[in-house]
Every structure is written in C-alpha cells, then in structure tokens.
C-alpha cells in the first residue's frame, strides 16, 4: 500500500470553564494536507443520551486507567464533535466511529442522518429550558486550497448551525490569531488564547464549544466557608475552603457500591451529582463500576433528606489527548494513514492527527446569580444528618430532563488544579 507521505492530521481541543459556575468546552480538529456512504439510525433521543451516557462512562474508565488524578471532560462535546466526523467517514472508519461512540444500534439503513438528527434535537431539547446558561456553537476553519465536499458542508451547517471560515494556514501566526479571536468574540471575550501554536500543514481544524454557566439553586453562604480537611489517601491531608449549608436535598445510599449520592441542583434543569465513596472504601474500585444504568439507578432512587452539606471549594483544569485513548476504544483507523474520510473531501490522504480535549471548572459558593431564597424550612429539633465530602469523590452534571452528561469528572486533591 502506498503511504502518502503528507497525510493530513485533525486535531480536537475542548476548552471548558465552569464558574458555579460557568465552563467553556472547545473541541477542535485541525486537518492538514488531503488523502476519502453509510447509513445512520431511528430513535429518541432518549435512546441517544443513554447512549452517549455508556460511551462516557467507557471513556471514563479509559481516561482512569491511565491517570490516577484529578479528571475532569465534557462527554457531550466530544460525542458532538466525533458526531460531525461520522458525517466525514465512510467504510471501516465510520463502522469504527458508529461503534465505538455507542450508536450502532441507533443507526437506520435507509435514514442516513438519523442520528445527527438526534444529535440536533438533544442540543435544542437542552438549550430550549428558557434561560439556561447553556450555549454549544461548531465552526470549520478551512485552508483556501482544501476542497470541502459541498454536502458535508451543508450537513454541519444544517445539523450543528457550523460557521464555515477560510484560514490560511501557512500563516501560522496569522492563523493562531484569527482563531482565537473568533473564540474570544463566541465566549463573549471569557475565554482567550485557546490556540498557541499551530502545524503549517493543517488543512482544516473542526472547533466545538460548549459553554455552562450555572447558579446554584440553593447556594452556599459564604461567610460559613471555612477551612477543613480532606484526607486524599490514608498519608496526604489538606486543607481546603470548605463550604457547608444546611437544607432539604435529594440523596441515596448505593450500598452494594458502598458509595452515596446527592444532588446539588442548578437552576433551569440542570444539575450535580456527587458519588461519595464510604469511609475506607477505594475510590479505584468503584472507577470500574461507574455505568449508564447505574447513573439511572442513583437519578431514579433519589430521596429528599434533611442535610447538613459539607463541599469544598475547587477549580481544576485537565487535558486529554484523545487520540491516544480512542484507539484503544476500537477507532484507530480514522488517526492512521487508513483513514476513510472520503465524505470530508475528495482531496484524498487525510487523516486526524490530534483529539485534545480541554476542560475547565470552578465551583464555588455562589455561581452567577446568588439570591435563590433558601435555607428556609428546616425543623429545629432533630438533628440534619452529613454529608462531608472530604475525601476523593466523583460528580457528573447533567441535563435532568434527557439524562444527558455535560460534563463529568473525579476529585482526588481539591487543591489541585
Ligand atoms: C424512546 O424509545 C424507547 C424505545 O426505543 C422507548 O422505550 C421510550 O419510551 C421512548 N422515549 C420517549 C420519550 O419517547
Ligand atoms: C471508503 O469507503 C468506501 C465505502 O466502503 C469505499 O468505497 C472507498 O473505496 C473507501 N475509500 C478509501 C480511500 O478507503
Ligand atoms: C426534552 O426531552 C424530554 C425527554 O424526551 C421530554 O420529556 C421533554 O418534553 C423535552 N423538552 C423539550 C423542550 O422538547
Ligand atoms: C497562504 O499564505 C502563504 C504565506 O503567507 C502564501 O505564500 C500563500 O500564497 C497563501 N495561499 C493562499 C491560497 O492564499
Ligand atoms: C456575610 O457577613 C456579612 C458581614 O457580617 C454580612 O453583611 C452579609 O450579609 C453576610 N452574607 C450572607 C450571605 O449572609
């Protein structure tokens, strides 16, 4: 087989930034140099988002096996982006991406945008809640020579409202400072220099953003925030802000995991769910037994409790390198010189170079809006019982009417950006 020596490369970069919050999710792919129908589902996007939750969660115990700290990604972003790329492939790299991303048993032979077309109604099903904070945008940058075929362009601009832009790549400054501008104006001036460096070869970058800015619907005081310990391991202790409220909120004892959980609800829909290890329990174990049906299990056993809640304050920030990971998932053809992405363009010997993933949080007392009236309503007598989140733990944010993860991650060190 003959090897094109220049082959083309996609990368994918997700920023997020989540302030309690807001968070800003960036994907992007950059194409270098040229290299080449299937068939898509028909569902619910019910169907869709448990799907999506069970190649999350797969992903989770894929990026745990290799890191053993803080982690912290947006499963929906990188779904969505891999979504636009399965509109790109054709043969083996699209049968590869439709499995590996969970969708083969969504797909219809005779309705080939099926499950774009679910991905379009889940992203309007989660933006429609009126004045969620919630805000996803695509964009294709394209070098002026780089053929794009005219129905792929259509399907991104149809089915994620893509901005198709030219970029000289050559101009690799020029470039850098083009992108990031364009990110900075999307993110309303939050979110600047994403980009600092980019390869000359890239042909086409692929850019998705998801952006969360959430208010907690009952926040924390912020003159009861006070320093407490949190024991990372039997050996490391330190100290963090910790911030503690006492009111009515939905947890569930998971005893055959030896774990609890608890809600902590966003306004308009959207909300936190900590999985709490019991005391002694390694947090490892339980790494391997984080499921889809098991995340329905907790929503769905929820019991409104009177507590006495102990968070702690924290911001971190993770990378991820994809395209190390997602191989190993079954999808290693579309990052070799095999790649099918015949639908992309005719140009030939193209391939996805680089899958970064970047995500950002910060959870704090308030969030944005800090007023939701609270606290209210707790009978003096009978004492709250605690939920002290001072050892690692795990949260997910998601969309409460579809059950669809926004975000996910593990806390092992607060104090660790
Ligand atoms: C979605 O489809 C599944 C079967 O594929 C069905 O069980 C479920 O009730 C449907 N949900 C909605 C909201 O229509
Ligand atoms: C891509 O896949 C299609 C469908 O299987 C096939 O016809 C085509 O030859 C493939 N192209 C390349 C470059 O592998
Ligand atoms: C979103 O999807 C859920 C679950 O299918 C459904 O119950 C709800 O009515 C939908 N909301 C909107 C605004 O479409
Ligand atoms: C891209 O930029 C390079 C260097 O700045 C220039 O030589 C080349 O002509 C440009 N290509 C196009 C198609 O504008
Ligand atoms: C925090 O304490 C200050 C000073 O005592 C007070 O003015 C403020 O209202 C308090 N904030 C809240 C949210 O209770």
Known sequence: ???????????????????????????????????????????????????????????????????????????????????????????????????????????????????????????????????????????????????????????????????????????????????????????????????????????????????FQGAWELPFNPNFTQSYPFYIDNYNVVQVPMMIQEDKFYMMDDVPLGAKVLKLPYKKGVSMLILLPNKGMDYTVIDDEITASRFLTWVRELQRTKLEVNMPRFKMEQSYSLHHLLPDMGMPSIFSNSANLTKLSKDGGIKVSEVLHKAVIEVDETGTTAAAATAIGITPYSLPRIFTINRPFFFFIYHEDTNTLLFMGRVIDPTQN
């Open 1 to 211: 087989m003959v090897v094109p020596s220049n082959l083309p490369r996609l990368g994918i970069l997700a920023l997020d930034k989540m302030k309690t919050g807001w968070i800003f999710i960036l994907s992007y792919m950059c194409f270098l140099i040229p290299l080449h129908q299937a068939q898509l589902p028909s569902a619910n996007i019910s169907d869709l988002s448990f799907k999506n939750m069970d190649f999350a969660m797969s992903l989770y115990r894929k990026i745990s096996s290799y890191h053993d700290k803080n982690i912290f990604f947006s499963p929906l972003s990188i779904s969505t982006s891999f979504t636009a790329l399965l509109l790109a492939s054709d043969g083996v790299t699209y049968e590869e991406l439709l499995k590996g991303l969970n969708l083969k048993q969504l797909e219809k032979a005779n309705q080939p945008e099926l499950i774009p077309r679910l991905f379009q109604l889940l992203h309007e099903n989660i933006t429609q809640s009126g004045s969620l904070k919630l805000d996803e945008g695509m964009a294709l940058f394209v070098h002026p020579e780089f053929e794009v075929a005219k129905n792929f362009e259509n399907q991104i601009k149809s089915f994620f409202d893509a901005d198709i832009k030219t970029v000289n790549f050559t101009d690799t400054k020029g470039s850098v400072k083009f992108i990031n501008e364009y990110i900075k104006k999307k993110t309303e001036d939050k979110v600047t220099e994403i980009i600092s460096n980019l390869d000359a070869e890239t042909q086409l970058m692929l850019i998705n953003t998801i952006f």
